[in-house]
């Protein structure tokens, strides 16, 4: 069992607690649906296992996926829902089942990428981003779709260095989560009713990934060693 859920810190067991608590009080201050606090905390729940390296936040990411997909639609944010329908569904399952196969005593083996593969990855996210933007800038009904190109590829990059064990795809979170509360800042200026979860939400997300960048960082020094 420790490879799906392991033990919890203190500090993550407070993390979590108090992003529940924060949720729970804008759901009923500001009549916030349940389901948009569904979101929240199974996205939350996803991204602090993610970061503990634990399998079981492929299973929890699955029902944020679908959610946070519903959610992006009624908020005109199509790039969001193509993301999440036509890419995260898969991944969740294939990084799944290439997690299953990479721990040893209950660790997940964590990597390094090589000095030559960041600029790549660099190039490939601001090239994906410009083409994105474009394309998405001529669906009528789209909402800042620059921004939302960013996250998107930057989502698309992270997932896939997740799937195969990187500790950079935290870096590449970092800049996403940034430019995603930004997003669902705009929405909700616009009067978008889950807006204010959704910055939470992303917030906590950042949070996470600053941690996720530490633990895996180093995981990673460790399998080298």
């Known amino acids: 069992m420790k490879k799906y859920t392991g033990n919890w810190k203190a500090f993550e067991l407070l993390w979590l607690v108090l992003f529940t608590l924060i949720a729970v ?23 602090v296992l993610t970061a503990k390296g634990k399998l079981m936040s492929y299973v929890f990411g699955m029902y944020n996926t679908f959610g946070y997909a ?13 993301l999440n329908l036509l890419f995260f569904v898969p991944m969740n399952v ?3 089942l290439m997690w299953r196969n990479h721990f040893q005593s209950g660790k997940l083996v964590m990597r390094q990428m090589d000095v030559k593969g960041i600029p790549i990855v660099g ?3 601001i090239a994906g981003f410009l083409l994105l933007g474009y ?7 789209q909402n800042s779709p620059y921004i939302d190109a960013v996250t998107t590829v930057l989502s698309v990059v992270a997932t896939i260095l997740m799937v195969r064990r990187f500790k950079e795809q935290w870096l590449l979170y970092i800049v996403l989560n940034i430019f995603t509360v930004l997003l669902w800042v705009i929405r ?38």
């Open 70 to 82: 519903y959610l992006s639609y009624t908020n005109g944010l199509f790039g969001e829902v193509m």
């Open 123 to 125: 190039a490939v996210c």
């Open 94 to 96: 294939v990084g799944f």
């Open 135 to 141: 394309g998405l800038s001529l669906i009528p009904g």
């Open 188 to 225: 909700t200026l616009d009067g978008s009713d889950d807006g204010v979860i959704m910055i939470v939400m992303w917030s906590a997300y950042l949070m996470n990934a600053v941690y996720g960048y530490y633990n895996w960082n180093k995981g990673a020094k460790e399998a080298l060693a």
């Open 25 to 47: 009080s804008i759901t009923i201050v500001s009549k916030d649906t349940l389901f948009g606090f569904s979101v929240f905390i199974t996205g939350v729940l996803c991204v």
